[in-house]
Every structure is written in structure tokens, then in C-alpha cells.
């Protein structure tokens, strides 16, 4: 995710629209509310939660850069960064699908 940010960040940077910089500002967000979770612990309850809420912004995150990148702005760094959300939310993904599975063994 912070990779994608970072990317973002530089094309908005060299390439200023409103569409980019209104993309890299929602990612933004969404990537300081997941970075709350790389302070907790495994065992920590609020941890799946945030997971999941990360997951589902990541999934917005991802559908805007879909719709917004069309075949007028067919734009190949858009696609390099949408590889980049979908790998962070599989990730954030298979985090909550392990909480759920530990919290189902407990």
C-alpha cells in the first residue's frame, strides 16, 4: 500500500490533475488508518478489525482507479499502481481470513 502511495504521490507530483491528486489523497487516508494496525499485536482484538476495514478501503481504492483509468487516460503507471493495491489488499485479505480461523479455534 505505502508502495502505491508512493507512486501515486510521484505521478500526481509530475502529472497535476485534480483526478490524480484526488486518487493519492484518498490512498492517503486509507493508508494512515492501515498503518494503525502495524502497531498492534497478533492477539490484539481491534488488529481483524482494522485488517478487514483496510481490505475494503483497498477495494474502493481499487475500483476508483479502474473506473478513473478508461480508455481516454489509459495511463500504464495507473495499472502498476493498481497491481500494487490489489497485492496489499490479498494481503490485508488473508490477514483477516487467519484472524477468523484463530478466533474460531480459540
Excluded at 502495524?38 to 481490505?55: R, V
Aim: glycine share 6%.
Amino acid at each position: 500500500m505505502g508502495a502505491a502511495l508512493d507512486v501515486l504521490d510521484l505521478h500526481a507530483r509530475h502529472n497535476i490533475t485534480a483526478t490524480n491528486c484526488v486518487r493519492r489523497d484518498l490512498l492517503r487516508i486509507y493508508y494512515v488508518k492501515a498503518d494503525q494496525a502495524q502497531s498492534l499485536e497478533p492477539q490484539d482484538k481491534e488488529l481483524l478489525g482494522l485488517l478487514h476495514d483496510t481490505a475494503v478501503n483497498l477495494g474502493y481504492a481499487i475500483e476508483v482507479v479502474d473506473h478513473l483509468n478508461g480508455d481516454e487516460a489509459d495511463d500504464p503507471i495507473l495499472y502498476a499502481v493498481n497491481y500494487l493495491l490489489k497485492a496489499a489488499k490479498r494481503f490485508a485479505d488473508e490477514g483477516v481470513a487467519a484472524g477468523l480461523a484463530c478466533g474460531a479455534c480459540i
